[in-house]
């Protein structure tokens, strides 16, 4: 059963935009008020996933990783169970994978993987100078 699909991935040059969304179905529809938190990670090339940001699908707060603060929005659109990731300003270093994610009843990090019970395939990111 497929709870997450990233879209919305594809290259473009330093300095553009783009935005991600993730389609969100079953478990995490149902629960998506119950304390849920949603996230983006990416993982480049021989490196680890890390967390780029998140948002507490209840409360609405939000948080990011230094790297991305000011550039990147996280925002969600429960109506259509979808989750987004507005990226402007794009450097090459913010290349790679990027998959969203969704963890039951949170307590540790936001970017803690372990935090997160469901995720998405993933989609491309490239972007060059």
């Known amino acids: 059963q497929v709870h997450l699909v990233e879209s919305g991935g594809g290259s473009v040059q330093a300095g553009g935009s783009l935005r991600l969304s993730c389609a969100a179905s079953?478990?995490?529809?149902?629960?998506?008020?119950?304390?849920?938190?949603l996230g983006w990670f990416r993982q480049a090339p021989g490196k680890e996933r890390e967390g780029v940001a998140a948002?507490?699908?209840?409360?609405?707060?939000?948080w990011y990783r230094d790297s991305v603060q000011g550039r990147f929005t996280i925002s969600q659109d429960n109506a259509n169970n979808t989750l987004y990731l507005q990226m402007n300003s794009l450097k090459p270093e913010d290349t790679a994978m990027y998959y969203c994610a969704a963890g039951r009843s949170p307590t540790g990090a936001w970017w803690a993987e372990l935090e997160y019970n469901f995720w998405g395939q993933g989609t491309q990111v490239t972007v060059s100078s």
């Open positions: 948002i507490s699908s209840s409360a609405g707060t939000t």
């Open positions: 079953g478990y995490i529809v149902r629960n998506i008020y119950n304390n849920m938190r």
